[in-house]
């Protein structure tokens, strides 16, 4: 399964439900064009459960999907727990398990590859659901019964990692600033649309 297959994929299925992403994930969701409702967890790596769960909380009648990557949720395991131990209802938590961090770009190992079984984690830090799908087709056959889980679900999906596009005679060029003003971007974009859909004052 590609990045782009399984984001494609949730992005078919969300409804309105706001997507919390980290980088692999941002990068494939600008590429399919998927612009409303969401939120970019770049540059605050490890940080993308912990978003979701305020959001969720914050608007507990308006769904959360979470694309996650494995390096970032290793780097905060603990959101994890946070999530579990708040129980929202309408959470679903997908961490892309390819084994690489800045995948398409440096490709560097992750801590355990692709043998980390992050639905294990999930499962013992208490959330409702946690399965691991390794095929585009079984994430389009689980996401309706994810999607109706009440409370926080979990999916690790097996992702093939991206070819790296440098290396000693490509180096990689300095990110745009954009890539890290994103994010506040992103957040006022996503308070307007709340106030919109919920009929509050954006704030």
């Known amino acids: 399964m590609r990045i782009g297959q399984a984001c494609q994929c ?42 979701g769960l305020g959001l969720s909380l914050a608007n507990p009648e308006v769904g959360v999907i979470v694309i996650d990557g494995d390096a970032s949720l290793l780097m905060q395991l603990g959101g994890l727990v946070s999530v579990a131990d708040n129980a929202p209802r309408r959470f679903l938590h997908f961490v892309v398990q390819n084994g690489t ?12 590859g692709k043998d980390v079984d992050f639905g294990a984690l999930a499962r013992a830090a208490g959330y409702t659901r946690a399965l691991r799908i390794d095929t585009v087709e079984a994430l389009a056959e689980a996401l309706p019964l994810l999607l109706q889980e009440d409370g926080p679900a979990f999916a690790a999906l097996v992702v093939d990692a991206e070819p790296s596009q440098f290396g000693a005679d490509r180096p990689q060029p300095e990110l745009p600033d954009r890539q890290f003003q994103r994010m506040g971007l ?10 919109a859909k919920t009929g509050a004052a954006a704030s």
């Not at 961090?101 to 355990?112: D, I, K, R, W, Y």
């Not at 006022?188 to 709340?194: D, G, I, K, N, T």
């Open 10 to 51: 949730i992005a078919q299925a969300r409804g309105e439900r706001v997507i919390v992403a980290t980088m692999g994930a941002m990068f494939a969701l600008d590429a399919l064009g998927v612009s409303e409702a969401r939120l970019s967890s770049v540059p605050l790596m490890g940080g993308a459960a912990s978003l």
């Open 101 to 112: 961090q800045f995948t398409g770009a440096s490709n560097l190992g992750v801590p355990g």
């Open 186 to 195: 992103e957040a006022e974009q996503l308070a307007s649309w709340y106030a």
